[in-house]
């Protein structure tokens, strides 16, 4: 198998938006200790990586039919070799979040266990979505857990936010299949929760904070916009919102943590590498 086609099946385009949100709880902990942070980033981009491995490995069936451009369909590697890196990278991610400490990798745990209950049911029922929303919130109180020991209010706020901006954004594109009024009631989901973070806001940064909020709505406005060409650009759509992930992220540093230039312009970094890499790398 190629390098790019492990880059293809583990979709690490996406892999940005997961380091923004681990960086982002790691920072509204207390941003204690880089070691434990890269050691998380590791085993949060293995177990995310590894989802993604299973997800094809689940979905051959599916795929052959509908998107037979995916590796395993296409002949580029074989079924068995995605299964085995989908079981080396969890084991990795657990044995990594075990060096953290023993509720790091109980968090681990519970998010394989949301990773596995997504790959089973997302072809099968719409509640799959649940799950997968349940898989980035779980990222926060992860890290959260991993190095401060506890949840603090704004971490569970955020987790909140997040777990209704994915459930949105998944459940965007079957509400253009359906009926037109779940569209807005899919995007109320990402929008509204955003935008009631922000009005909690209780530091003194208050006029970066609405430039944060503005910069955010404009890119979600982009993103709907692509919905409304002829015919929709469902796929476009869908990888830039989740690069509004990072923004959403971004938006949380500049309410809660002290300013800082350098902490923005790494997450304006991870946000142009995900926009760089989906252009060569299929978000979805």
């Not at 296409?74 to 400490?101: N, Q, T």
């Not at 649940?130 to 704004?154: D, H, K, P, Q, S």
Request: proline share 4%; aromatic share 10%; net charge positive.
């Amino acid at each position: 198998m190629s390098c790019r086609t492990h880059l293809i099946v583990g979709r690490v385009s996406n892999l940005p938006t997961v380091w923004s949100n681990m960086l982002c709880a790691w920072l509204l902990a207390g941003a204690s200790s880089l070691s434990t942070l890269s050691i998380l980033l590791l085993a949060g981009s293995t177990l995310y990586t590894g989802g993604m491995y299973l997800n094809d490995y689940a979905d051959v069936d599916f795929d052959r039919v509908h998107a037979p451009e995916r590796p395993i369909p296409a002949g580029l590697v074989s079924r068995f070799e995605v299964l085995l890196g989908a079981v080396v990278l969890f084991a990795i991610g657990l044995a990594a979040a075990a060096c953290v400490s023993l509720p790091s990798l109980g968090c681990a745990l519970v998010l394989l266990m949301c990773i596995l209950a997504y790959t089973y049911v997302h072809k099968r029922s719409n509640i799959g979505p649940l799950f997968m929303a349940a898989c980035r919130a779980l990222l926060y109180v992860w890290v959260a857990v991993g190095v401060a020991n506890t949840i603090a209010v704004e971490i569970a706020m955020l987790a909140g936010v997040l777990y209704s901006y994915i459930l949105g954004l998944s459940y965007l594109a079957r509400a253009l299949t359906l009926r037109r009024w779940l569209f807005y009631v899919a995007a109320a989901m990402i929008v509204i929760p955003v935008v009631g973070l922000s009005l909690s806001a209780a530091n003194g940064n208050a006029l970066v904070v609405c430039g944060g909020l503005a910069l955010l709505l404009c890119w979600l406005g982009y993103s709907f916009s692509l919905l409304l060409q002829s015919p929709p650009k469902i796929s476009l759509c869908i990888g830039a919102l989740l690069s509004g992930i990072i923004v959403v992220d971004l938006l949380a540093v500049l309410m809660w943590a002290p300013l800082n230039l350098a902490v923005a312009l790494v997450f304006i970094i991870l946000f142009l590498m995900t926009r760089l890499t989906q252009k060569y790398i299929p978000a979805t």
